[in-house]
């Protein structure tokens, strides 16, 4: 019986120092990224966060973009509603797409104006929900990503927009659930 403890004694042991050189390994790799500007704030981590193609036409404008999929019930009920508001939106000077994120063209016919697809975006555009509404500057990069849940709601969330030409804010004011 006492050989076994001693047996395990030392395999417990053995995992210790296993354990020890992968944690190493693991902080090593940290620090390499955050060395090479893969740690937040950088310059890096900013450009993830951008996209040219949906940039907006000027700096005291912005790019509102209604991110949908042929797969989500809600955003056949939201996408028609866009075609109606973006009227207003255009009106006051902000451009409007709609990212058909899957590339599904399910979306052609609604009268939505410009839309882009999202395997044919400059970088790859990761959202934990949609429909989202999108609000980017004039570099492309983004400045909120809030969930679409209804009608009622894309039309409060572009409330604000459609009546000035000047931009609500000018910090980026980032929204859990977009992936970089």
């Avoid at 020890?20 to 450009?47: C, H, I, M, P």
């Avoid at 000027?58 to 509102?64: E, F, Y």
């Avoid at 866009?82 to 016919?109: E, F, M």
């Avoid at 882009?116 to 004039?138: E, H, I, K, N, R």
Wanted: glycine residues 12%; aromatic residues 6%; negative net charge.
């Amino acid at each position: 019986m006492q050989s076994l403890l001693w047996a395990l004694l030392i395999l417990a042991w053995v995992a210790v120092v296993f354990l020890t050189f992968g944690y190493a390994g693991l902080v090593a790799k940290v620090r390499e990224l955050e060395v090479n500007g893969g740690g937040s704030g950088s310059a890096a981590n900013d450009r993830s966060r951008q996209w040219p193609d949906l940039a907006a036409p000027d700096t005291a404008h912005r790019t509102l973009a209604l991110v949908v999929s042929s797969t989500c019930p809600t955003c056949e009920e939201v996408a028609p509603a866009w075609s109606g508001l973006r009227g207003a939106l255009t009106a006051a000077g902000h451009r409007t797409v709609l990212v058909d994120i899957d590339g599904s063209g399910t979306w052609d016919s609604i009268g939505a104006g410009e839309i882009v697809t999202g395997p044919g975006l400059s970088s790859p555009l990761l959202l934990a929900y949609q429909p989202a509404l999108l609000v980017l500057d004039a570099d492309g990069s983004l400045l909120s990503a809030e969930p679409v849940g209804s009608v009622d709601s894309l039309t409060a969330l572009t409330e604000e927009y459609s009546g000035g030409a000047t931009p609500p804010s000018t910090t980026s004011s980032l929204t859990t659930g977009v992936a970089s």
